[in-house]
Nanobody, 122 residues
């Protein structure tokens, strides 16, 4: 079993930056593809970014050029550096772990954190 705990969310003005962290415990972290998803009020949860077991990153179009996903040095922490934030980025951000496959799909992940709130003011 993998336990995931997100942190780093908060309130920031448009144009600002935040760094989200996801601390993983339990089974060997490196065996999993890891991703970030977000869910805004009244909307479906959507893919933001992911990194494969081999370290290859993938991004949603909305995140390209602004967000960077990475794993920690010990590879037991996942990060999401978010720059040039926009009000449309306001959402609860979730960390997820899964065996891989379709890295953009929610169904490819079987472990989820509780989420961290990101609010971007205009």
């Amino acid at each position: 079993q993998v336990q995931l705990v997100e942190s780093g969310g908060g309130l920031v003005q448009a144009g600002g930056s935040l760094r989200l962290s996801c601390a993983a415990s339990g089974r060997t972290f490196w065996r999993y593809a890891m991703g970030w998803f977000r869910q805004a009020p009244g909307k479906e949860r959507e893919f933001v970014a992911a990194v494969t077991r081999s370290g290859l990153p993938y991004y949603a179009d909305s995140a390209k050029g602004r967000f960077t996903i990475s794993r920690g040095g010990a590879e037991d922490t996942l990060y999401l550096q978010m720059n040039s934030l926009k009000p449309d980025d306001t959402a609860t951000y979730y960390c997820a772990a899964g065996p891989g496959g379709n890295i953009w799909a929610l169904s490819s992940y079987d472990h989820w954190g509780q989420g961290t709130q990101v609010t971007v003011s205009s």
